[in-house]
């Protein structure tokens, strides 16, 4: 018998048309054909007896198939439908002997149609199973890594996630407090477990877990990804703040600054994914007593000791960072208590300057105390930087202008004189009291006298006075006497234009042309 479907045309083998459903359902040929073996036994136990012995024999390659049933050869048959008689063995085969095992065909035309349907439904179940195997051994090896999907429902808090084969859920506890998710949005979430059930594998997804804020690192620099930087631990609150610890192969690649990237553009991208997450990237070192010191960054650190057989550090912080390295309600320590495994006590300068360390503890100084500056003093900074004189050509020096000691004489003293009080102001004083221009603040009236009745006169000519004659001092030579000087003439004064001979007399305008009217006294 063969897997084979007559159709117009020529004859299409079953086979092909299984090869393609494997290939589509990405599962195992060898997996489907067994369950076909297995459909088959179990349609002819189901037509016959569910007790029979039955054996497919399946060609994989050319889709022919046997079913025999299988009867064990004895003297006396005790169940017909296991056994069979010698005697009727060997009229199948005289070579039959007792314990031998028959072969007897089976043809499929005798199932029934109870049977065929029974078979069909038992291959549809394998290939179910196939398929769930198929997804589970799929995300068995994504594990720990990041998926992206849809957001198909929200039922209850949980968030229902298409990933591509199956759906996996993201319950609220493994949500950040800040995530609000609505049907159709992408998510990316870590894979943080894997479940078989009856319906099919169950993944379980996570945006909480430490291991989502590692593998964003790792897509996000191309370092760590290449074997340069290399993760060693990693701390989380989600939504709040991250801790994750780094070290580098390479000296000369700085593992802090690569993770932050230029202007920190790779830690805010994944603070960005995270919900603004603050990430603090340390430095990872083999000594515990410089990793806790850089652990509880961004706190300066003193001093720190550690007792290596019970993971006990004491940190001694300045006073004024004590507050930063425990953190709003000991985060920072918390975090840092986490990331590197050690038990962190932290206290101020002035707390331990009385504490005794015992010789379990080693005590390594990280930054030395730095002393307050002192103001500095005037007297001494003016003996310490006394400039040096200047020299001239013979190296002799040269002395100071006294004109401007003097300058500055005269500032000192103005500044060190008493201020002189201000009188009060008199709010009810005339305000025209002093006033040039007599009672009347605007002066007198320029328009009081007619500029035309007056004539202005000339300007007077000042006299020049006659030098002062010095008296002659007792010199043998003789001074030569001065020219006399001519008198000052009195001009007469020019007559002003206005009072001239006026053409039209008395009037400067002339006659009225309109003195007489040549229409009457009223012309209306």
């Known amino acids: 018998m063969a897997l084979r479907k007559k159709k117009t045309g020529g004859e299409i083998v079953l086979i092909d048309a299984l090869k393609d459903l494997c290939a589509e359902k990405e599962i195992n040929p060898d997996a489907l054909f067994d369950a076909i073996e297995s459909a088959l036994i179990f349609a002819c136990k189901k037509s016959a ?29 005790t169940n017909p439908v296991k056994e069979i008689s010698i005697s009727d063995a060997k009229k199948i085969d005289p070579n039959y002997e007792i314990g031998d095992v028959v072969r007897h065909e089976v043809p499929p035309n005798n199932f029934g149609r109870i049977a065929a349907q029974a078979a069909k439904q038992f291959v549809m179940q394998k290939i179910r199973e196939a398929e769930r195997g198929v997804v589970y051994d799929e995300f068995t090896n994504k594990d720990n890594d990041i998926v992206t999907g849809t957001v198909t429902r929200i039922e209850d808090g949980n968030v229902i996630v298409d990933i591509g084969k199956t759906e ?65 631990t990693v701390a989380r609150e989600a939504g709040n703040r991250s801790k994750i ?14 993770c932050l990237g230029e202007h920190g553009v790779r830690a805010q991208a994944i603070a960005n994914e995270l919900g603004d997450e603050k990430i603090d990237v340390v430095k990872w070192d083999e000594d515990p ?47 840092a208590a986490k990331i590197t495994g050690w038990k962190i006590d932290i206290k101020s300068k002035s707390q331990a300057k009385d504490d005794v360390y015992n010789e379990d503890l080693r005590v390594v100084q990280i930054a030395p105390d730095k002393p307050k500056k002192q103001k500095p ?10 400039p040096k004189p200047m020299l001239d050509e013979n190296g002799n020096p040269i002395k100071p202008n006294k004109n401007k000691k003097n300058k500055n004489k005269n500032k000192n003293q103005n500044q060190n004189r008493p201020p002189v009080a201000a009188e009060p102001a008199n709010l009810y004083a005339n305000p025209f009291e ?20 007056d004539a202005p006169t000339a300007a007077p000519v000042a006299e020049e006075k006659p030098a002062e004659e010095k008296p002659a001092e007792n010199k043998p030579e003789t001074v030569a006497a001065e020219p006399a000087k001519k008198p000052v003439e009195n ?17 400067p305008f002339g006659d009225n042309p309109f003195d007489d009217n040549p229409f009457g006294d009223n012309s209306f």
């Open 168 to 232: 996996a859920v993201l319950v609220p506890v493994e949500q950040i407090f800040t995530d609000k998710f609505q049907v159709g949005d992408r998510v990316r979430a870590y894979v943080a477990e894997v479940r078989k059930i009856g319906k099919g594998p169950q993944v379980y997804l996570s945006r909480t877990h430490p291991g989502f804020l590692r593998r964003l690192f790792e897509s996000e620099v191309p370092e760590i990804q290449e074997g340069i930087i290399t993760i060693k």
């Open 289 to 335: 007593a410089l990793f806790i010191a850089n652990a509880l960054s961004p706190s300066k650190v003193m001093k720190v000791a550690v007792n290596e057989y019970d993971k006990v550090s004491h940190v001694v912080v300045p006073n004024n960072q004590l507050s930063l390295a425990i953190g709003k309600e000991g985060q920072n320590a918390r975090l």
């Open 434 to 453: 002093n006033n040039p221009f007599g009672d009347n603040p605007f002066g007198d009236n320029a328009f009081d006298d007619n500029p035309f009745d």
């Open 377 to 386: 003093n005037k007297q001494q900074n003016k003996q310490k930087f006394q």
């Open 49 to 77: 007896s569910a007790d029979k012995k039955v054996v497919v024999d399946l060609d994989r390659d050319s889709g022919f198939f046997h079913v025999y049933e299988l009867r064990d050869v004895v003297e006396e048959v």
């Open 491 to 507: 001009k007469p004064k020019p007559a002003p234009k206005y009072e001239q001979e006026n053409p039209f007399g008395d009037n």
């Open 245 to 258: 610890a780094v070290v580098s192969n390479n000296p000369d690649v700085d593992p802090v600054g690569a």
